[in-house]
């Protein structure tokens, strides 16, 4: 079911799913496919698409170039994300805290898919909810998004870089 592929411009690309959906028309039933793909360079940069085509090979390509399209960056401290954070997308909600160097992945099905492509090596994450696929990476997405860099938070707060305020 999940599939890695080294893409030739330095992506790891992985195949979440591949469905096969069907139309009913006045001569029968016509099938086509639809393939979630999730996209990254290891180091921070990931993005995710269904492509949909009449051909599972298709599918699998336009899921591809419409990730790269979408792509965002995720701040990394190490191996491991910032602090802990949640993602929700319909009825899926991932749980996804950092981890200390040596921990590994504890992360099922699609999740592990999506850290092992962003470049997060430590994470602890539980899945609450809906075990959709498509949701379920949505939902890790919708996290991952979330996480601001320190300095990101520094400036929404109004600290100036030189000094050190402490409450």
Request: hydrophobic share 35%.
């Amino acid at each position: 079911m999940y599939g890695r592929r080294e893409s030739h411009s330095g992506f790891k690309e992985k195949v979440i799913c591949i469905n096969r959906v069907s139309k009913v028309v006045k001569g029968g039933k016509r099938f086509s496919f639809n393939a979630l793909i999730v996209l990254g360079d290891g180091n921070g940069k990931l993005g995710s698409a269904i492509g949909k085509a009449n051909d599972v090979s298709d599918a699998i390509q336009k899921g591809v170039e419409r990730a790269k399209k979408e792509m965002i960056s995720v701040p990394l401290i190490g191996t491991t994300i910032p602090y802990a954070v949640t993602g929700r997308f319909g009825a899926s909600k991932i749980l996804m805290k950092p981890a200390y160097p040596g921990t590994g992945m504890i992360a099922g099905g699609p999740m592990r898919a999506v850290f092992e492509c962003a470049g997060i090596k430590d994470i602890i994450s539980k899945s609450l909810g809906s075990n959709n696929p498509f949701n379920l990476v949505y939902a890790a997405f919708e996290g991952l998004r979330q996480i601001k860099t320190e300095e990101q938070v520094k400036k929404l707060r109004g600290i100036e870089e030189g000094t050190n305020e402490t409450a």
